[in-house]
């Protein structure tokens, strides 16, 4: 049996939980530079917003009904989601974080509970912890429990739990699952099992194991067995190691000269480093790319990117930032206005295993030991607090975020004030 | 004959339910206490209550039965719920109620690894694709959802669960072979 704890509303959740005045009215949560609606509270969903609508399309809509809009405050949203995960893994031997706001839990381990309490306590004990309501979908599998999570939300709203406990809950809970609200089955694939008469979950149960690999491949047969309770997803402790990481941020407002292009590489560049280093890893090659706002068509376009290999394997700051920076003198061009700028590292190898160049003179023990020390002082200090000077402090292109919450529990002068 | 591993539900047990703030019992129709009926004698009907603290718990538990017709949720702090349970409990009642406890799980669960190890080794055989050897015993863990056992049975990284029922009737048609 497997759970799936799923955060109501969450970002939405986060801002109401330091700001009760926010109870009961229609709340969003905007994504970066304040574009489009990524959270809403069910007084917003009622009031029709749609999930990633526009801001610039709905600000009627906003001045009518007195919505309450947020900037995405992700240091918060990250720490609430860190205090939830805790409390969750508390409870199970198998825990599986699957997002921001969502965790599977094995709860195989757990014979003789009985899982229904089990969803409540979990359901209390967070909410009253941290404040968050969460709903819990129980299940054989975790594409089933996906979805008697969501069928928890839909139909067991009051409780937040559902467990499909037996053959007729389970079969109850098919019946009602339209195919698009299937964990796996994405947009092409839910037209295209529509258009083959494929209305519900429980259609597609019924459908001949040849038909689904056929047309769906061998995921559509792992789905299938999903759904016929037999586990055929796997179970992801720990996360894959990355192939990539990628760094890349819309400007807050769209810029034209070179030099804070660079200030703002040579920052995404150094993010990449000092995840690099968590992770272990160094890179082999370095991607950069420039744009112009796609959305101004009246506007000349213009879109490059370019890949700079790299004579070693590397996680310095100062390696890649000049890597950043080369490529930046290859594409660049001037008389652009450009909207967004960012950096991939790619080619990933463990730091344990990195080739030495023939005719590599540098120290890189010693630059190791800089690293770890300038990794040490910013922890400790918070944000970037040791740079490199091209990342500069001016930082013009910075997100919009007009509507910021102050980060309440991580940062000492944002803390909340009380007057009594 | 099916199992019957739940303790009689009893009057004594209403005000220490009361005391740990398990308010709310689902009654739900109980098969596994079926008896052969003789002429001339009184059919009783067999209930089984599933204690909860919470009420939404015990609305999911209804919700899970709701086809049956003896499915209700009854308030233990409600005068007339209390009046009609024990006019159930009485003698000469034409209810037979159990609660849905068991004294020992893991006595349950011997007994049913003792009663049923063939069957359940069969079942395995049968139904899964487990390469298991003679001498390997697959130990069951039951579990109770909704009043209906399960069996929980783990081989490596695999575990099924099944109705108990489905054990019990692959034994009768064993017998009718």
Known sequence: MYALVDCNNFYCSCEKLFNPRLEGRPVIVLSNNDGCAISRTEEAKKLGIAMAAPVFMMRDLIEKHGVIVFSSNYTLYGDLSERVMETLASFVPKMEIYSIDEAFLDLSALGHEDLLSLGFRLRKTVGRNIGIPVSIGIAATKTLAKMANRFAKRFHRDAGVFWAANADLTAEMLARTAISDIWGIGNQHALFLNRSGFRTAADLLRAPEDWIRTHLSVRGLRLLYELRGIPAVEWEEESLPRQNICTSRSFGQRISEKAQMAEALANYAARCAAKLRADGSCCRRVQVFIQTNPHKTEETQYRRSVEIELERATNHSGEIIRAALKGLDLIFKPGFLYMKCGITVMDLVPESVVQAGCFDRADHLRNRRLMRAVDGINRDMGGEFIRAAVQGFERKYRLKTEFLSPRYTTRLDEVLKISI | ?177
Request: glycine content about 4%.
């Open chain 2, 1 to 177: 004959m099916m199992l019957q591993p739940f303790e009689e539900f009893r009057p004594s047990y209403i005000p220490r339910l009361r005391k740990l703030g398990r308010r709310w019992l689902v009654s739900q129709t109980y098969h596994r206490a079926d008896q052969p009926q003789y002429e001339g004698q009184k059919p009783r009907i067999n209930l089984l209550f599933s204690d909860y603290m919470e009420l939404g718990e015990a609305r999911l538990h209804l919700n899970a039965v709701k086809k049956d017709r003896y499915a209700a949720i009854v308030d233990l702090e409600k005068a007339e719920h209390l009046a009609k349970i024990n006019a159930m409990m009485s003698e000469g009642s034409d209810y037979h109620i159990f609660f849905a406890v068991v004294r020992s799980a893991k006595e349950l669960e011997n007994l049913i690894n003792r009663k049923y190890r063939e069957k359940l080794k069969a079942y395995i055989e049968h139904q899964t694709n487990w390469r298991i050897s003679h001498q390997t015993a697959v130990k069951p863990t039951i579990q109770l959802s909704f009043g209906e056992i399960f069996i929980i049975l783990k081989h490596g990284n695999q575990q099924i669960r099944i109705k108990f029922e489905e054990i019990e009737k692959a034994e009768e048609r064993k017998g009718e072979e």
